[in-house]
């Protein structure tokens, strides 16, 4: 069974950085896929970017430019570089991983962008 356990939340100002790092166990192979969901109070889940095994990235148009993900493939890590945060980035961000047609998730850490 696959674990995610997420780090590094807390709290920043706008125009501020966090970076989240994300590291699973339980699997003997490098996960397929690494990234990142988010829920904002009140909304709905958001998905915020995604890094394949071979190193393709992709995130969602409200981070580009601001966001940036990277992970070791061989430790199985993934993180998250956040920079010019804003207020409407404050959310519980979810790892999650995939792996022989299963998504795993972490339970979660909550950033919070406040002024």
């Known amino acids: 069974q696959v674990q995610l356990v997420e780090s590094g939340g807390g709290l920043v100002q706008p125009g501020g950085s966090l970076r989240l790092s994300c590291a699973a166990s339980?699997?003997?192979?490098?996960?397929?896929?690494m990234g990142w969901y988010r829920r904002a109070p009140g909304k709905e889940r958001e998905w915020v970017a995604h890094?394949?095994?071979?190193?393709?990235?992709n995130s969602a148009d409200s981070v580009k430019g601001r966001f940036t993900i990277s992970r070791d493939v061989a430790k199985n890590t993934v993180n998250l570089q956040m920079n010019l945060m804003k207020a409407e980035d404050t959310a519980v961000y979810y790892c999650y991983g995939y792996i022989d047609q299963t998504n795993y998730w972490g339970q979660g850490t909550k950033v919070t962008v406040y002024s």
């Open positions: 890094i394949t095994r071979a190193g393709v990235t």
């Open positions: 339980g699997s003997s192979r490098s996960l397929a896929v």
